[in-house]
């Protein structure tokens, strides 16, 4: 049986979860636009007219980038859950 102490500790925590939550929500939807090339494909794409090319380009190696990154959080994660998940 939960005790008031318990209680309002649980609650604390799922608050605190839910902060974390809603920061990283609140990054990923409003995260800037950035401009991830080199300059050697920014000289090559910018002589071309149009630009679409340049940007394909541009979200090709934003999304090389996020991958390694989302691949390490989520494996971190998953050892985190592992290791404290089973304590009650």
Known sequence: MLTKENRTKKIEQRGCKMKVFF??????????????????????????????????VN????YLMAIPYILVGVLGYAIYRLKYGKKK
């Open 23 to 56: 920061f990283f929500l609140f990054s990923f939807f409003f995260s800037l636009s950035t401009q991830a090339q080199c300059a050697m494909c920014r000289a090559a794409l910018e002589s071309e007219e149009g630009g679409v090319k340049a940007e394909a």
């Open 59 to 62: 979200d090709g190696i934003v």
